[in-house]
């Protein structure tokens, strides 16, 4: 088993940055990739960026792709989202993932399992 632990998350103006840190532990030899999603009020978990564990080419959403950058440290478990030119759509729960064996960097949230609790992350217009 895996465990994941989000934080970095805040209030912040539009056109601001923040990073987020995802940290793993428990079973990590076991991690194929990880991947960062967000749920906003009454709207459906959407995909942002997701990495393999040992190297590749990440991937992204459209809507975040040139101003989110996904990146891992293997030496300390942790996978971090630098979010940069934020702006008020960007207003979610932030969670991230790791992706269910074989599965690859998919955008679908049913192939990544063990979850973290969240970090909520505010812009302000």
């Known amino acids: 088993q895996v465990q994941l632990v989000e934080s970095g998350g805040g209030l912040v103006q539009a056109g601001g940055s923040l990073t987020l840190s995802c940290v793993a532990s428990?079973?990590?030899?076991?991690?194929?990739?990880v991947g960062w999603f967000r749920q906003a009020p009454e709207k459906e978990r959407e995909f942002v960026a997701a990495i393999s564990w040992t190297g590749g080419s990440p991937r992204y959403a459209e809507s975040v792709e040139g101003r989110f950058t996904i990146s891992r440290n293997i030496a300390v478990n942790t996978v971090y989202l630098q979010m940069s030119s934020l702006k008020p759509e960007d207003t979610a729960v932030y969670f991230c993932?790791?992706?269910?064996?074989?599965?690859?960097?998919?955008?679908?949230?049913?192939?990544?399992?063990?979850w973290g609790q969240g970090t909520q992350v505010t812009v302000s217009a």
């Open positions: 428990g079973q990590t030899y076991s991690i194929h990739g």
């Open positions: 993932a790791t992706t269910k064996p074989y599965h690859g960097l998919t955008r679908g949230h049913n192939n990544y399992e063990n």
